[in-house]
């Protein structure tokens, strides 16, 4: 019996790809079990990574391939593992499956659908890092995804890619997979180690970074499902990966599209596609509206000028984790805000003061901006903590907190003139 058959009211995500890379098994909303994985080249990647290489191949091959890391930051891949290898052994690897930003549902299609690539790819990182041991950490609401990750772990030490002497070499290699408690923070890498190691889930000071001190204070590479799933690829394609996308930003990604288009789901593509591009893909807004905006999970905010930018890691790019969530001419600019200003106040950790407390100003000053009783100094207020909640954060939250209201209030000032006036363009405030 398939593992999903025995999960019950498992969403249907649309699924589209024109590349059918990380995506060429998971079109369908079902689990892909090992022996249909193998018949699709499953762990041949695997295979050839011990046969033909050393761990120091793959490194390299990791730092040409120029990977990106696909959590958010776009740091590259290569380097960090490099910065792991430096400090010596033990080493951990952790599989960064905590995907709780809003709008963002990519690796849960890897996890639910083919979850034998996400470990393979593990698999080839420990070898490449020497490390024995690694870790799935995956957030509390992917309880399907928990059971079948569980389920394609067993399936894969039945067939002698996990455990001891793998595939009868000298190479040990086993995953256990663990469940947050529903924390947005722990997504931050020092914060989801913490709660690994059963402590509460709050940031570390940085340096030294995991890669130097992680979990059980040893060497730790820190990667994400979309990430180390692209691992595999590179292995089997070796150089080839350095064609697929445009210069610097090679690879496959991963764009989770939802909000007012027509067809949302996850889509495939290379990151030299446009955000207009990508919005195409979807279908375009649904019901013959006009475009307004794209949120960026809980980050930025784009405009109609944005749309022809490219979906990659550079200055003028998209970036982080791709999510898109689009909004129509009906979606009032502010009541997003304060959808994304009430998740960033919720999940602060209340470690750093500036970020606790900051959170919970936005949050306040949004509402009365909404209900029509806000004010020209409100809105200075809301540039203030803008510069000073990200200074006086030591993670990413308090960075990210109050980067949707900047560019908002940037790209459009009249829907906060309006609201300061008692209206909303939308219609939909008062």
Not at 227 to 242: A, D, H
């Amino acid at each position: 019996m398939n593992i999903r058959e025995k999960i019950p009211n498992l969403p249907e995500i649309h699924v589209e790809s024109n590349l059918n890379l990380l995506l060429r098994r998971a079109k369908e909303n079902r689990t892909v079990d090992i022996e249909e994985y193998e018949t699709t080249g499953g762990y041949s990647a695997l295979k050839k990574a011990l046969k033909k290489f050393t761990p120091e191949d793959i490194v390299i091959l990791v730092e040409e391939s120029t990977l990106r890391g696909r959590g958010g930051a776009g740091f590259p891949t290569g380097r960090k593992w490099r910065f792991a290898l430096m400090n010596p052994p033990p080493r951990y690897l952790i599989c960064n499956a905590d995907e709780s930003e809003p709008g963002t549902f990519k690796d849960r299609i890897i996890i639910e659908r083919d979850p034998h690539l996400l470990l393979e790819g593990m698999i080839i990182a420990g070898y490449a890092l020497g490390a024995k041991e690694g870790y799935i950490y995956i957030r509390g609401e992917y309880p399907a995804g928990y059971m079948i990750l569980e389920n394609a772990i067993k399936e894969a030490k039945e067939y002698g890619y996990l455990g001891e002497n793998i595939l009868g070499t000298d190479f040990s290699f086993d995953i256990k997979v663990y469940r947050g408690a529903g924390a947005y923070i722990c997504g931050e890498e020092t914060a989801l180690i913490e709660s690994l190691e059963g402590k509460r889930g709050h940031p570390r000071l940085r340096p030294p970074y995991p890669a130097q001190v992680g979990i059980y204070r040893r060497p730790t590479v820190v990667n994400n499902v979309e990430t180390l799933s692209n691992i595999p690829i590179i292995v089997t394609y070796e150089q080839y990966f350095m064609n697929i996308g445009s210069s610097g930003f090679y690879g496959p990604k991963l764009f989770p599209i939802s909000g007012k288009v027509k067809k949302p789901g996850v889509y495939e593509a290379t990151m030299d596609i446009t955000l207009r591009e990508l919005i195409e893909m979807a279908g375009g807004v649904k019901d013959g509206k006009k475009f307004k905006a794209v949120f960026s999970g809980a980050l930025g905010v784009y405009s109609e000028k944005d749309l022809d930018m490219p979906m990659d890691y550079s200055p003028k790019g998209f970036g982080g984790t791709g999510t898109t969530i689009v909004l129509d001419e009906e979606d009032c600019i502010i009541d997003s805000l304060l959808v994304i200003a009430n998740f960033f106040h919720h999940e602060s950790c209340g470690k750093c003061t500036p970020c606790r407390v900051g959170t919970y100003e936005q949050l306040n000053i949004l509402k009365k901006i909404k209900e029509g009783n806000g004010t020209e100094q409100d809105l200075e207020y809301l540039k203030h903590l803008a510069e000073n909640i990200p200074s006086g954060s030591i993670c990413g939250l308090g960075f990210s907190a109050p980067q949707a209201i900047v560019d908002a209030m940037k790209k459009f000032p009249e829907e906060f003139e309006a609201h300061l006036k008692g209206e909303c363009p939308a219609g939909i405030c008062f």
